[in-house]
């Protein structure tokens, strides 16, 4: 985060760990919420996402561990505008609204900064702005959202809109993306 504090989501007790800029632990959190933690990422404003895709919901809390929000029907994967079907992973754009991999929906939905749908693309399949599974997500600097599509073996290249705008293939499986500065880093 802002201050350099580490977070770490696992399958472990506590589900979320906390570390400090020396690799201190400081405190954990999440015991008994998760089915299948699988995803964290912090917002512009500190807050520390979840993404938990055996209960099909998004996570928001505060550094300190307090929950502040679910997004989505808790133990129930949904479609259409209400919920989530095993959500891997979601990223923030400058306007801070939240883009999330749907994977079991085979999309990706965009939330406004409230958690509120906005629209959703994609589906599944092996076409352009299809996906096999939609497992990781990074955003630039133009908004722009990349999707790790995990089994179609390429990262997808969208719009903030959802305008397919490139494959990028070659890459094994993208389980992880992440930008720093402009180089975009996959790990397969």
């Known amino acids: 985060d802002a201050a ?3 977070y770490v989501l696992h ?17 954990g959190w999440g015991s008994g919420l998760f089915k299948v933690p699988h995803g964290l990422r912090i917002d512009p404003q500190g807050h520390v996402w979840t993404t938990d895709n055996g209960n099909h919901v998004l996570r928001k ?14 133990g129930e994967p ?8 095993a959500p891997d992973d979601l990223v923030f754009d400058s306007d ?25 693309f994609g589906k599944k399949g092996k ?3 299809e996906f096999a599974t ?22 997808q290249v969208f719009s903030s809109h959802g305008e397919h705008l490139a494959d990028w293939t070659g890459l094994g499986n993208p389980f992880g993306l992440v930008f720093f500065g402009n180089e975009l880093i996959a790990a397969e």
Not at 78 to 85: E, H, V
């Open 4 to 6: 350099d504090r580490i």
């Open 11 to 27: 399958r472990g007790t506590p589900p979320v760990l906390a570390f400090d800029p020396e690799l201190n632990y400081i405190r």
């Open 96 to 120: 801070g609204n939240i883009f999330v991999a749907d994977a079991g929906n085979g999309r990706i939905v965009k939330l406004d900064p409230a958690g509120k749908f906005l629209s959703a």
């Open 127 to 129: 076409g352009p702005g």
């Open 78 to 85: 949904k479609s259409g505008t209400d919920g989530f079907r």
């Open 134 to 155: 939609a497992h990781s997500l990074a955003i630039d600097d133009l908004n722009r959202v990349y999707v790790g599509d995990r089994g179609n073996q390429r990262v």
């Open 61 to 74: 809390f505060s550094p300190d561990g307090e929950l502040l929000a679910t997004i989505g029907v808790e």
